[in-house]
């Protein structure tokens, strides 16, 4: 896609009047300077990148090797403990679950929202299409102070109506602990689901219109066009879109973090969470490192293995593409 | 496709059943596109009705209905003056810290992607791959590390500090290294070469009108991930002042499950209001731009 400077130009009318380079499209010296130019425009996010990324990642690194207790190199003390450290290991598998949940339920709403956008039946389509997107522009903190206050039956009656009229023993508690995981599926699938259908109804609108009109002709409905046409032909988005979440919600922090404070539903839910209370609340942050890399390898893996299955059955696309150039 | 006068008149007939069908499932698609946008507006309303009440109306009135007399404006001077008038701080905080950032976020991130899309030089690949690959490290990964780095810098407890590592924005240049790609066209970059522009002047004159629909794409990306930020800010920070409104509102929060705390919900639920306020106010002019960053991404292998 990157196309390179003077690849294409030997044709062009500039060039035409030029005589000394038309005959050579590539003048060595040139292209060599502004190679330079290209490496300077680099530099400033290189730098930062440097000392705000790559240092950090490499750090960390350095840090889970260390002791806890005398800072010297041990080994691979720390993601032993890891390893044997069963909170942190119930936190992914509760993030598993929660993908498994969470983000089925989602992408099959954010899927079905963009369809019916996309459909001929549907009216208002701007307007729908603009406040399915506005929870992207609400901080997640925000999103769970809203939803953890509607969600405490002190402050939001009608989750006592049930106890009122006799179905159950009190109010409902969505936040208790039990329920504090669907509490918040329900937020981040309010905050996510048109983030996401807002990238497939746009994916939804580049299928070609020939293909639809073809279709019609032949007497298919709606139905089977959005199923059998439309739905195939975005399924690489779909794939990037199920991506994109399950790297979110291995970093869940924000919303487990905010109930916690309004209805103190206890532990640590997410990784984040526990990774957070190991460096800051028992101040371990060697443990906490290397906590934080076996997770960024669980989510570097995860998306690796992702990207994998999806490339053998549907071939290269989105990122990986790119990076191939 | 030839159609014969007997097909014709049979699509005739079905036509009319056609548009009975037509209205109904139009109505039907309208019903659930309701529905969905009831799920995202319904907490929408209740945070700007109960923006308008009293701590004790807040617990005994009928949570979805507005009270008889709205109390914005006693709201609006307590948010202001609890403690010592924190939350404007926290306001004007959010404010620098978004748009500092964006600013400097989207000029190094164009500049980068930029290079990578129209130049050739020794180390475009690598720089490419190290883009693409720490797209994939998830950000909070590296909170704790760069706590402790920032720390022997003297960096926690800045503005900078927020700033700077935020500013290292690598879908920003994987962005713009697509963008300016088909957005710059190279013959006419050559043009202004032969007429002797230099490289940055080229970039300046030449690609900067073609790239600003990007530059704003990245701007507004980067000022709501800003805006919306947490855990950065919260493991950054420890002064009051600096906070930013998402840390600030999770403070208040936190005091209220203390003991003898006083009841701040009224402040904490306008605060609320007035962190997302702006945004929606914009949202539906800025939408497009938005939209434009999150797509190209997923679409660019398509």
């Known amino acids: 896609m990157a196309v390179q400077v003077g690849s294409a130009s030997a044709s062009s009318p500039v060039r035409v009047m030029v005589p000394s380079r038309g005959t050579t499209p590539r003048q060595p010296p040139l292209r ?294 | 496709m030839t159609v014969g006068a007997a097909q014709l008149r049979a699509s005739l007939f079905r036509r009319h059943g056609a548009a009975v069908s037509r209205r109904a499932k139009t109505t039907v698609t309208t019903a659930f596109l309701a529905m969905g946008a009831a799920y995202v507006l319904v907490p929408i309303y209740w945070l700007v009705v109960a923006s308008s009440k009293t701590n004790s109306q807040l617990f005994s009135t009928p949570t979805f209905l507005p009270p008889a007399h709205p109390s914005w404006a006693s709201n609006f001077k307590d948010l202001f003056t609890y403690q010592n008038g924190d939350f404007g701080w926290w306001l004007l905080n959010s404010f620098i810290y978004s748009s500092v950032t964006a600013a400097l976020g989207a000029t190094v991130s164009t500049l980068c992607g930029y290079g990578l899309a129209k130049y050739s030089f020794r180390g475009r690949r690598v720089v490419f791959a190290l883009v693409v690959g720490s797209l994939m490290v998830p950000a909070t990964a590296l909170v704790v590390p760069l706590f402790l780095l920032e720390h022997f810098m003297g960096l926690t407890n800045t503005y900078q500090g927020v700033i700077l590592p935020l500013v290292v924005y690598p879908f920003g240049v994987y962005f713009m290294s697509i963008f300016a790609a088909d957005a710059v066209p190279d013959n006419l970059v050559d043009s202004a070469r032969v007429d002797g522009a230099g490289e940055m002047r080229t970039l300046w004159q030449i690609g900067r009108p073609l790239l600003m629909p990007g530059i704003v794409t990245l701007f507004l990306l980067s000022f709501i991930g800003t805006w919306n930020n947490y855990f950065l800010p919260l493991v950054l920070l420890g002064t009051e002042s600096r906070f930013p409104l998402t840390v600030g509102l999770s403070a208040w929060l936190s005091s209220i499950s203390s003991v003898g705390a006083q009841p701040i919900y009224p402040e904490i639920i306008l605060g609320s209001f007035v962190s997302v306020l702006p945004m929606l106010i914009l949202f539906p002019f800025l939408q497009k731009y938005v939209a434009r960053g999150l797509t190209l991404g997923a679409i660019a292998g398509e």
Not at chain 1, 54 to 76: D, Q
Not at chain 1, 161 to 187: E, F, K, T
């Open chain 1, 32 to 325: 060599a300077a502004q190679g330079r130019s290209g490496l300077l425009m680099t530099g400033p996010f290189l730098a930062l990148f440097a000392v705000f990324f790559a240092g950090p990642f490499v750090y960390s690194i350095v840090l889970s090797l260390r002791s806890p207790l005398t800072g010297a190199y041990s080994g691979l003390f720390n993601y032993r403990t890891v390893m044997s450290n069963g909170e942190f290991w119930s936190g992914v598998v509760r993030m598993g679950y929660f993908g498994v949940v969470q983000v089925t339920v989602m992408i099959c709403l954010a899927i079905g929202l963009a369809l019916l956008l996309d459909s001929p039946y549907c009216r208002a389509k701007k307007l729908f299409a603009l406040i399915y997107f506005l929870p992207y522009a609400v901080p997640g903190v925000i999103a769970a102070i809203m939803w953890g206050f509607l969600l405490e039956p002190d402050l939001d009656g009608a989750l006592g109506v049930p106890h009122q009229l006799g179905l159950a023993s009190g109010p409902v508690q969505p936040l208790d602990y039990r329920l504090a995981l669907y509490a918040i599926m329900l937020i981040v699938t309010w905050e996510w689901t048109g983030y996401n259908m807002t990238i497939l109804l746009t994916s939804l609108t580049n299928v070609p219109h020939q293909v639809i009109e073809a279709a019609k002709v032949d007497g298919a409905s709606e139905l089977s066009i959005a199923a059998r046409i439309k739905l195939p032909m975005v399924r690489r988005t779909v794939m990037f879109t199920i991506m994109l979440s399950i790297i979110g919600t291995l970093q869940l922090f924000n919303e487990p973090v905010i109930l916690n404070e309004i209805a103190t539903t206890g532990s640590a839910l997410t990784p984040n969470q526990i990774i957070y209370n190991t460096a800051f609340a028992f101040g371990n942050e060697e443990l906490a490192a290397a906590q934080s890399v076996v997770l960024a390898g669980i989510t570097i893996v995860a998306t690796i293995a992702f990207f994998g299955i999806v490339r053998r059955r549907m071939g290269p696309f989105g990122a990986t593409r790119a990076a191939a150039k």
